[in-house]
């Protein structure tokens, strides 16, 4: 006996040193486990509760959390022998070949768990067996022990006390307790007395309750309800079921409801549907069971569950909550088994398969339902799981993903769960961002507007689908290529060849601009080199690289000017083709660009080609550019001037274009081009008289026009003058006015001594090559060459022919010529004394030569000179040719003597003519007269005697080139007759309404017609702008022209029609007023000057 004594003490000793070391073991690996372990005490408790039977069909728990304790109770059965040694010893009450799914299994190892907040623990309870009676108790579980031999010690007085319990005071009778006990009673308590670092494990394990319970309590159908009070936070919730499952349905709907207790308000219900099966159940969360719209499982709750939560498996992602009845979880309750080939790996594996085919199952229900948010189905990413890599024959993961993720993957994808409002379409033709992308919320809000709201789900779903489809890496196993991010949206925009082809309802350049600037925030620039993202000008996408930005300079980002940039395409260099899109607007800072001073050059280099010139359309890119003005440009600026002449002489119509930075173009080039233009065409012209045919205007208007046009290549302010040079562009004085180089024309005199007309002529008659009309500079031509033909030269000229006549007594070859010179000597000896005063001995002797020493009829002529008388007489007929020749008629006609009604007729005429010559010779002496009154003030222009044509008097500026025109009209003392006004002096007047620089001036002549320059000023009326009642007379008079002499049948002939204008003389005198002298001196200075502060002040 004594060997059996020791064996079965050798026995009690190994057991109790095995339960020793599995202790210290599995609370070794619960510290070093850390939070996990933390979180899986209450879900032990809860188990073991959930274990329990009860007589009330299902358990309730109760919670209660004071600041030095925890206490767990439930109202289950009466504690056993088994379990109260099974708790000493931590062995399981489960039997290991038990496959009751509804037992989990109570006080085994994990119960170890619970330690962690407290080494003692104080357990009250109610202790019974079959056919005993039942005893209450207050046990304490001691495992405080650092070593095993250390915890053997209370492990064996526990199990001592258990050998003595039925004399034990800690155990004492309560026959009572079967008759007396009510569901309300928590007879069952685990005590936990804590420290501040078990306080915060409790709080961790409690807070993950919250988190569980809810759907726990779904899958416990054993538990009722469960209580947390937190006396520390002063809560207090009540967790139960307030729409319980129903065992016959498939789906059924679970309303969990959660009150708190210190609150008189309605509980918060927390909805579920369920899918049940014989081993598995899926269950997914919805707001309200009306509108089935989902909600998602939040980051913290557990994917599986084994009756509880499985905690760890936060990441083992699957469409449902998955409670797998008869999983076989790992020790710790953190996983599953799936590496290697066991029987619970296999079996885990299976469940999970199945759990895959249920799941498309549950989709099709949710979609019949019309269930809303079905995002979070999607969710099939590969869990976080050690998947054993290394096993070749029995890879978990390669199993995974083909039997779990792509099974559903590619089934579900096909399924109507993407909805957009009231529709539903597959998810296979839906797109989504990439998943490293979707943080970047606009490039979310640019593929929603390019493939359009029908593509995409809708915009506050995005972000949620972006998550569930999972992880970029994972995204093959949907079979379809559903991302579409940065890389696809570039690859499409790339397929574009104009932005017209954007199809998308949005504003294509804002939608690019933050197209752009998510690629930059993207950290993507260098997509803008392989890919044409870019429009240029024309829409067209190009490669950033191969685009510019534009600003003028670098201080000034504004666009290049249009105007400029239409020329250059004009010209045949496209840079449209090569600029950003001006809409683009935050592609520009840092990138490569033109400026003005490269479009300038650019412009110029077409301009400065040899042949640039020939070219046909030269003149239209010459008036185009110079058309292209600043927005202050003056009407007198060189640029506007030379376009006016151009357009004027090519007959072009121009539009101005105003431009800010014209000022910036560089316009020398052009300005000479359009000058060589215009002079080659003047050449080609050859005189005034062609050009003004060509431009169908009198010759006085021409004149006037060529007259600007040379002034203002002879202007000071430009260096242009050297073109005067080019060509033949100066008008002689012939009578067709032909251009001649600058080099042959010579100036007429000087202001102060013009040449005689008279005189050249008679020189020319003497010497044929004499003939300086062909070298002197045309009348109205307002610029000086550079030689100048003067009137003492002209005068050596006349006196060297004479002089040859003499010496070659040439007289009768030149007789009319030197009688013509002889008579101009007599009329204008104060030029001849001046400039040719050896004319005045010559021309004596001369005349003696050829009336009576080498004359004929000498005889005759001495008749004459005896009769003085006589002399007079035949003089004023010899004077005329054409009256000599007409006696000679009228003889014939008239051989008895002429008739008295013809000599009547014949003084009548010679009246109205002596009086017509009268009014010539008083209105000359009146247009000198107020010449002069004119160079009594300081005018520093050019007054010009026209004496006739359109205007009478012509004040020219050679500084401004302006020019500014007088009619002077001279009547009789107290006139009331109409004034008079030719056709072209009315024209004339309505052409220069636009430059206010035509007038008519009135002078009535003193009643003895002797007036000087005081009367002339006080007696002068300035008719200011008369152009604006003028028009209708030449109006008239063209419809007359046009309506005449047109048809060779029948037609209106007009011969030698004489047509002028008639001003009623009175309503002139009311449209002057009261305006004169001084009023026209301040409208020349006016119209002339550059400023209008010049003042003209009389010399005196």
Request: aromatic fraction near 10%; hydrophobic fraction near 35%.
């Amino acid at each position: 006996m004594a060997y059996q004594n020791v064996v079965n003490s050798s026995i009690s000793k190994n057991n109790v040193k095995l339960s020793a070391d599995k202790i210290i073991e599995k609370l070794d690996e619960l510290r070093e486990e850390g939070k996990k372990s933390k979180r899986r005490w209450i879900w032990e408790l809860m188990q073991n509760a959930k274990d329990v039977p009860n007589i009330f069909g299902q358990v309730s728990v109760e919670i209660t959390l004071n600041q030095n304790e925890l206490i767990f109770g439930h109202n289950g059965n009466a504690f056993t022998i088994d379990n109260l040694t099974g708790l000493v010893q931590q062995v399981s009450s489960k039997h290991s070949a038990n496959q009751n799914t509804k037992v989990t299994g109570k006080f085994g190892t994990g119960f170890i768990a619970t330690h962690l907040l407290s080494d003692v623990i104080t357990i009250d309870g109610v202790l019974q067996e079959s056919e005993e009676v039942a005893m209450k108790f207050a046990f304490e579980l001691d495992r405080s022990g650092k070593t095993s031999e250390d915890l053997m010690i209370p492990i064996e007085n526990a199990l001592i006390e258990l050998n003595n319990i039925d004399e034990s005071p800690k155990f004492n009778s309560y026959p009572d307790y079967e008759a007396s006990r009510t569901e309300n009673d928590y007879f069952n308590k685990f005590k936990y007395a804590l420290n501040e670092e078990s306080f915060k494990t409790a709080e961790v394990g409690i807070n993950d309750l919250i988190e569980s319970l809810p759907i726990s309590l779904v899958f416990l159908q054993d538990i009722k309800q469960v209580r947390i009070q937190n006396n520390v936070d002063n809560t207090q919730y009540l967790y139960k079921i307030e729409k319980p499952r129903s065992e016959e349905n498939e789906y059924d709907e679970v309303c969990i409801s959660i009150l708190d207790e210190n609150d008189s308000s309605s509980p918060v219900y927390k909805n579920f549907i369920v899918k049940s099966t014989e081993e598995i159940e899926l269950l997914v969360e919805v707001i309200e069971f009306e509108s089935y719209q989902l909600v998602p499982v939040n980051n913290n709750q557990p994917f599986l569950y084994r009756d509880f939560p499985l905690i760890g498996t936060e990441k083992f992602y699957f469409p449902f909550i998955l409670n797998g009845k008869t999983f076989n979880p790992t020790e710790r309750r953190d996983s599953l088994y799936l590496n290697g080939n066991s029987d619970k790996v296999n079996h885990n594996k299976k469940l999970l398969e199945d759990a895959i085919k249920y799941s498309l199952e549950f989709v099709d229900y949710l979609v019949s339902k019309s269930a809303k948010s079905l995002f979070s189905i999607c969710l099939s990413n590969l869990p976080d799981y050690n998947f054993d890599a290394d096993d070749s024959e029995h890879n978990s993961k390669e199993w995974y993903i083909e039997n779990v993720q792509s099974k559903y993957r590619q089934q579900i994808i096909h399924k109507n769960i993407v909805g957009h409002g009231s529709e539903t379409c597959a998810l296979s033709a839906v797109r989504f961002p990439t998943t490293h992308e979707h943080d970047y919320p606009e490039l979310r809000s640019l593929i929603t507007d390019y493939l359009g709201t029908a593509k995409v789900p809708v915009m506050q779903e995005q972000e949620s689908w972006i998550h569930f489809l999972g992880p970029e890496n994972q995204m093959h196993t949907w079979g379809l290529d559903l991302s579409y991010g940065l890389q696809e949206l570039v690859n499409d925009i790339n397929k574009l060849e104009n932005t017209i082809d954007f199809t998308s309802s949005v504003n294509v350049y804002t939608w690019l601009n933050k197209l752009y600037k998510a690629i930059e925030d993207l950290d993507q620039t260098a997509l803008h080199n392989s890919y044409k993202l870019v429009p240029n000008h024309n829409g067209l996408f190009r490669k950033l690289p191969t685009l510019w930005a534009e600003k003028i300079s670098n201080d000034d980002n504004a666009y290049l000017p249009n105007p400029f940039l239409k020329l250059l395409l004009e010209l045949g260099e496209d840079w449209y083709k090569d600029l950003i899109h001006r809409e683009v607007d935050i592609l520009k800072e840092a990138h490569q660009s033109k400026s003005m001073s490269d479009l300038n050059s650019a412009i110029n280099s077409h301009f400065l080609k040899v042949d640039f010139i020939k070219t046909s359309n030269s003149l239209t890119h010459l008036i185009n550019v110079h058309s292209i003005v600043a927005p202050n440009s003056k009407e007198d600026s060189f640029q506007r001037l030379l376009l006016d002449n151009a357009s004027t002489l090519f007959k072009i119509e121009n539009t101005l274009v105003s431009n800010e930075y014209t000022s910036k173009f560089n316009f020398e080039i052009v300005h000479r081009l359009l000058i060589q233009s215009i002079n080659n065409q003047l050449e080609k012209i050859a005189s005034l008289s062609s050009l003004a045919t060509d431009l169908e205007k009198s010759k006085d208007e021409v004149t006037i026009w060529l007259s600007n046009y040379l002034s203002l290549l002879d202007s000071k302010t430009n260096d242009y003058s050297k073109f005067l040079k080019e060509g033949k562009i100066i008008p002689n004085r012939e009578s067709d006015n032909v251009f001649c180089n600058y080099t042959e024309i010579l100036n007429y005199g000087y202001k102060e001594q013009p040449l005689n007309r008279e005189l050249l002529q008679i020189l020319s008659k003497f010497n044929t090559e004499k003939n300086y009309f062909k070298r002197l500079i045309a009348d109205g031509i307002g610029i000086k060459v550079s030689d100048t033909l003067n009137f003492e030269r002209l005068g050596n000229e006349v006196v060297n022919e004479v002089e040859n006549i003499e010496y070659n007594k040439a007289y009768e070859e030149n007789r009319e010529a030197l009688l013509e010179l002889i008579n101009w000597t007599e009329v204008r000896k104060d030029l001849t004394k001046k400039y040719a005063s050896k004319l005045l001995t010559l021309s004596g002797r001369i005349f003696y030569i050829l009336t009576i020493e080498n004359s004929e009829n000498r005889e005759d002529v001495m008749k004459i000179l005896r009769n003085s008388e006589n002399i007079s007489k035949i003089a004023g007929i010899i004077d005329n040719t054409a009256f000599v020749n007409q006696i000679d008629n009228l003889v014939d006609l008239f051989p008895n003597g002429i008739p008295q009604n013809v000599m009547a007729f014949a003084k009548e005429d010679a009246r109205k003519k002596k009086d017509f010559s009268n009014l010539l010779e008083l209105g000359s002496k009146v247009e000198q007269l107020f010449i002069k009154t004119l160079e009594g003030y300081q005018v520093t222009n050019e007054i010009i005697h026209a004496g006739g044509g359109a205007y009478d008097i012509r004040i020219y500026n050679p500084d401004t080139k302006k020019s500014f025109y007088i009619e002077l009209k001279s009547c009789r003392y107290q006139n009331t007759d109409p004034i008079n006004i030719a056709v072209s002096q009315a024209k004339r007047a309505v052409k220069e309404l636009e430059n206010d620089s035509f007038s008519i001036v009135i002078v009535e002549r003193s009643f003895n017609n002797e007036m000087d320059e005081d009367y002339i000023k006080t007696n002068s009326k300035y008719f200011k702008e008369p152009g604006k009642h003028l028009g209708k007379i030449g109006e008239n008079y063209d419809t007359i022209k046009s309506s005449s002499n047109t048809e060779s049948l029948i037609d209106l002939k007009m011969d030698f029609a004489e047509f002028k204008g008639s001003l009623d003389y009175k309503w002139v005198l009311e449209e002057i007023g009261d305006s004169g002298f001084e009023e026209l001196l301040v409208d020349i200075n006016k119209v002339l000057s550059c400023s209008s502060d010049i003042l003209i002040e009389n010399k005196e």
